[in-house]
């Protein structure tokens, strides 16, 4: 069964049904971009553990979903109703944020997506996911930095660098074009010139740690510069609890949507691992799935005007098993969603060349079947906002997938 | 990040000692060294049970077993289920006097623990009415706090440290979280002191099978809720299989990732770890909270796991299945390969892997030959210092160097490994926290470090001179450039705060 399920929109439809052939045209460089006044930015949440796609956006109008899914499985009627996205999909009531900017077309979905990855180890499938190569063992660089570092010698997005948040930097903006990174404290600052005469000593005796603590510092005035200040800045949780994937959000928007601040970030949420009592419209995935949604709203709000030019888009490594397991939870799967958010995002659409999920159409007669790659929404993205072409993309960003055309029209 | 481009010179092999091996010295340490810092370090592999935490003294009055801390935790449950039913009962006062109301009775109260266990409800007592929110921090949190009490003050106790880096190895190799739930966040301390500081020297199988078995990895990989489809509990309830602790000790525990395991095996292990969980608070498999073999939920047959079949028959199973794993060439491989990322670089050279997996196995995983073969390898005392100290090692650095010592409230050094991305057993997945350089030495990172040296610095009531405390610290390979630093610095806080910063602290 091929189900195109995607709420009526004539040109999306037409490059759909017509496969991919048609992809190559939309890659005309979008260098007027001063002219048109467009300012864009790309914000990445790595959702590591494996999102459940399938309970995040449920296809309720399939009917092997609700037997397989058993008690987790979103429905329409009930006390917790899924909150409808068109005629087949709906999605988990822990995002009514998500579903208003789908319907104000500043949100969609892929859905049965996967990257090239087909083993269900979460730290190989991260790696993939992250460095953009096609298998794992690459874990020096990932493809948002290299696609920084291979845009057009001057380009303002490159030269304004991207921003990591959180303690660490997520592997999927690590790379040699520079990169900002923030993460709430709560420590007090040190008095008098320390920092200077540190940094002083770093650059004689080890420039690496020179680098890192000066864009610590620099990170840190940045967001400490806002008016809302120190205070509000205080840790409010890890980034695998709902206040802290906000908090996080918040920061991001605000150091983002500075003139001079980075037009990429990458975040990761942490927690995405639901092998006992998942839960289905309530829960611990629930619980998740609002924080994210939390995030979407403080991006939304502290990006402002930017907002219009901006894209949100969740990736996680793998799903998780079409089919419950013994524990109200899922196991390692293949196939799940890719959700994208954005006043650039031409939104109000379920991207999907549904599989089915009868036992001859699942993956390995367990997984839901992928038939969307994540690298060709990423592809997409990065050619819509930043102008990238499908050679650097296929080869330089996620090198050795020029097989994997970039998706056309992501971007409004 | 770029590669490192720092200057390098020849590592004094006292300083390798303290930090590539130990935790860095104390004030006083480095004049013990004297000539010999192999062989300092070899006496600190034998001294009897020198990675044992002992219960000694009133500041570990609360250190538990995990099997009573368990209960603790299973009886506060217990009492807060109480109070809300209690609660629910007062909204409606018809209820009060209903039949079977006197029964549920109340325990001692959760205030009162960790030392209560909860075998069975204790005599009526007459309902409160109203439950008051206990002023106590929940019996969880105060395990917590006793237990990084008790690792932090061997840390600043510990001669050199060998031992201990070797503990949080493991520990972090077979880490568990505590971000779980109750039962892991009760007992992780636990855990490490039962599972992991016992067989730290000795048999690597030994470990293996102790955390495997123990409740807070059997919580933490769901093992416990794992039911064997075909078992009787199977049959009878709507549970069945989780694959998630099977997986990851092929995966993270023994032969590691792309290892030549199929998902078939992973099912199949999966079978064979059911039952393996943990007693209720009921007690009908045991002990409460304690580990047992529930031999209703075991999947019964015969189970074939990377070729070899394992014939069905209870716990034995996945004793046999664990023991052959231990003894894999990949595990051996998988195991060398992280302790020279762990003690000499993050590409370890690969000599010394294959000479670590080669004791490994001639020696069948006997821990105290692997920590002995590290110390006498040419790698550990060429390579140059470029790795960088964790967080846990560094505020345990900044605490032995700059205090306070032992038996002082642990908060403030659990806030700091919080905002330097290391909370203490609470790693964001199975995999622990990362062993590469790049990872600890982010933007951010070095923003707290920052902060972090400060703060210590500010604290210390007399400082003494701070050139003086380089020469104690780091030793006579301190560079030119940061001898200068801290000669200048406007304050001995600020000298000490630079001390703290200094490459020759940070590296490891």
């Known amino acids: 069964m091929n189900l195109l399920c995607e709420t009526p929109h004539p040109s999306r439809r037409a490059v759909l049904m017509t496969g991919g052939a048609l992809f190559a045209w939309a890659y005309m460089p979008r260098f007027a971009r001063a002219a048109d006044n467009r300012d864009p930015r790309l914000i990445v949440v790595v959702l590591r553990g494996a999102l459940d796609g399938l309970s995040a956006v449920g296809p309720v109008g399939d009917p092997d979903y609700a037997g397989l899914h058993g008690d987790i499985a979103l429905s329409l009627t009930g006390p917790h109703a899924a909150l409808p996205l068109d005629s087949f999909f709906a999605v988990n009531p822990a995002m009514p944020v998500f579903a208003r900017l789908f319907k104000a077309n500043q949100a969609a979905v892929v859905h049965a997506a996967a990257t090239g990855y087909r083993e269900r180890s979460h730290f190989d499938g991260q790696d993939v996911l992250e ?44 790379g040699a074009a520079p990169v900002l990174g923030w993460a709430p404290q709560s420590l007090p600052e040190p008095a008098g010139d320390l920092a200077a005469r540190v940094l002083n000593l770093y650059r004689h005796r080890d420039p690496v740690l020179a680098v890192a603590l000066q864009k610590g510092l620099d990170a840190d005035r940045m967001a400490l510069d806002d008016q809302m200040g120190a205070k509000a800045m205080k840790p409010k949780g890890g980034l695998d609890s709902a206040a802290g994937m906000r908090q996080a959000a918040q920061g991001a928007a605000r150091l983002m949507s500075a003139d001079d601040g980075p037009r990429v970030a990458a975040l990761a949420f942490d927690g995405w691992d639901t092998h006992v009592n998942e839960g289905g419209a309530t829960g611990r995935l629930a619980t998740l799935l609002g924080g994210l949604d939390g995030a979407f709203e403080e991006f939304e709000k502290g990006l402002g005007e930017r907002w219009k030019d901006t894209a949100v888009v969740a990736i996680t490594e793998f799903g998780r098993t079409a089919q419950i397991n013994g524990t109200v939870g899922t196991d390692h799967g293949t196939g799940t969603v890719v959700l994208l958010a954005g006043g650039a995002i031409k939104g109000g659409r379920v991207i999907a060349d549904w599989p089915g999920l009868k036992p001859a159409q699942l993956y390995q007669q367990r997984d839901l079947a992928p038939t969307s790659d994540v690298r060709a929404v990423l592809k997409g993205l990065l050619a819509d906002q930043f102008g990238l072409s499908a050679a650097v993309l296929g080869d330089k960003v996620f090198p050795d997938s020029a097989a994997v055309k970039p998706m056309a029209n992501l971007v409004a | 990040m770029a590669a490192p481009t720092k200057v390098s010179t020849a590592p004094d092999p006292a300083l390798i000692a303290f930090n590539r091996f130990g935790l860095g010295a104390r004030p006083d340490d480095r004049d013990k060294l004297t000539g010999d810092p192999r062989g300092y370090l070899k006496a600190e592999l034998r001294q009897p049970d020198i990675a044992m935490i002992t219960y000694d003294g009133p500041a570990y009055a609360d250190l538990l077993g995990s099997t009573p801390a368990i209960q603790a935790s299973m009886a506060a449950r217990f009492q807060r289920k109480l109070d809300k039913d209690m609660a629910k009962a007062a909204a409606k006062p018809a209820m009060i006097n209903a039949p079977g109301m006197e029964k549920t009775a109340a325990i001692p109260n959760a205030g009162a623990m960790p030392t209560a266990p909860a075998k069975a409800p204790a005599p009526a007592q007459p309902p409160v009415a109203a439950p008051t929110k206990p002023a106590t921090p929940p019996v969880e949190a105060i395990l917590y706090k006793a237990e990084a009490q008790a690792r932090f003050d061997k840390a600043l106790k510990a001669e050199v440290g060998f031992v201990e880096r070797l503990v949080y190895f493991w520990s972090n190799h077979f880490c568990v979280s505590v971000a779980k739930d109750n039962v892991v966040r009760a007992s992780a301390g636990a855990f490490e002191r039962e599972a992991i500081r016992p067989f730290v020297l000795g048999r690597f199988a030994d470990m293996l099978t102790a955390v495997e078995r123990h409740p807070a990895m059997l919580f933490y990989l769901d093992n416990q809720q794992s039911v064997g ?143 002995a073969t590290l110390i006498d390898m040419p790698e550990a005392w060429s390579t140059p210092l470029d790795k960088m100290r964790s967080p846990f090692d560094y505020v345990a650095a900044v605490r032995r160097a700059a205090g306070p010592g032992p038996a002082n409230d642990p908060g403030q050094s659990l806030a700091w490994l919080n905002a330097l991305g290391e909370p203490l057993w609470q790693p964001p997945g199975p995999n622990g926290f990362s062993d590469q350089a790049d990872s600890w030495a982010s933007a951010e990172g070095m923003k707290v470090r920052l902060d972090i040296a400060w703060q210590a610095a500010r604290q210390v009531k007399d400082i003494g001179n701070p050139d003086d405390m380089l020469d104690a610290l780091i030793g006579p390979s301190a560079s030119p450039e940061t001898r200068q630093e801290i000669a200048r610095a406007e304050s001995k806080q600020q000298g000490l705060a630079l001390l703290l910063m200094a490459p020759e602290f940070q590296r490891r």
């Open chain 1, 131 to 174: 460095s953009g190569f096609s298998g794992p063992g690459h874990v020096a660089t990932g493809w948002l930095n290299r696609a920084l570092e291979n845009l057009p010698a001057g380009d303002r997005v490159a030269t304004l660098g991207g921003l990591a948040v959180g303690p660490s930097t997520p592997l999927v903006i690590r």
């Open chain 2, 229 to 371: 489809p075909d078992s009787r509990a199977g049959k009878n309830r709507q549970r069945g299989l989780n694959e998630n602790l099977a997986r990851e000790i092929l995966e993270l525990h023994t032969l590691g990732v792309g290892s030549g395991y199929t998902q078939a095996d992973v099912t199949s292990f999966a079978r064979i770890l059911t039952g393996w969980t943990m007693a209720g608070r009921e007690g009908r498999l045991g002990e409460p909270g304690s580990s047992v073999f529930n031999a209703n939920a075991h999947e019964p047959g015969d189970a074939v796991l990377l070729g070899k079949t394992y014939p069905g028959g209870g716990m034995g199973q996945a004793e046999a299945a664990l023991d052959d794993i231990a003894r894999h060439p990949a595990t051996a491989q998988h195991i060398a390969t992280k302790l020279a990322r762990h003690f000499i670089a993050d590409d370890p050279p690969a000599a010394a892997v294959a000479r670590l997996a080669k004791v490994f196995t001639k020696n069948d995983g006997n821990l105290r030959a692997l920590a």
